[in-house]
């Protein structure tokens, strides 16, 4: 293969290894905690795959940072709660009705039109609770 062909594929795997937030990515940041797992754990986590009972470290290396984090007292005591959510589309019915204000020439204009443009939200996608340091609880959507 030619430099000049060769180029555009080295350009694209060096972008997408570079933008790429993976398990191995995260395994490789914290690699003396994952090397102190045993070997059917570390197996576990290099799989994407997370139990009751995993640390912090586990769950991190696994689904990365939460997008939120709450704390929940209940009769047990209390936890931490690890919230993960994805960018999904809205559940408002389609097509709505919108005001219209002003033209594309920005003069004043009244009525409506229809909208079938999707939303978009942000969903819980992936709840994690950890008692004592430890997962306790998973919750994910289906």
Not at 32 to 53: C, K, N, S, T, W
Not at 95 to 117: E, F, N, Q, W
């Amino acid at each position: 293969m030619t430099p000049r062909r060769l180029l555009p594929l080295l350009l694209a795997a060096t972008l997408l290894a570079g933008c790429a937030d993976t398990v191995a990515a995260r395994i490789a940041q914290r690699q003396e905690i994952y090397d102190a797992y045993p070997a059917e754990v570390q197996a576990r986590i290099a799989r994407g795959q997370i139990r009751l009972g995993d640390d912090r470290d586990a769950v991190w290396m696994v689904y990365g940072n939460p997008t939120e984090r709450l704390s929940r007292t209940d009769a047990s005591g209390l936890a931490e709660v690890w919230i993960y959510k994805i960018l999904g589309h809205s559940d408002r019915l389609y097509p709505a009705v919108r005001p219209v204000y002003r033209d594309v020439g920005g003069t004043l204009r009244g009525g409506y039109y229809i909208d079938d443009a999707p939303e978009y939200e942000w969903k819980e996608a992936l709840r994690v609770e950890f008692r004592d340091g430890r997962v306790s609880a998973v919750q994910m959507r289906e």
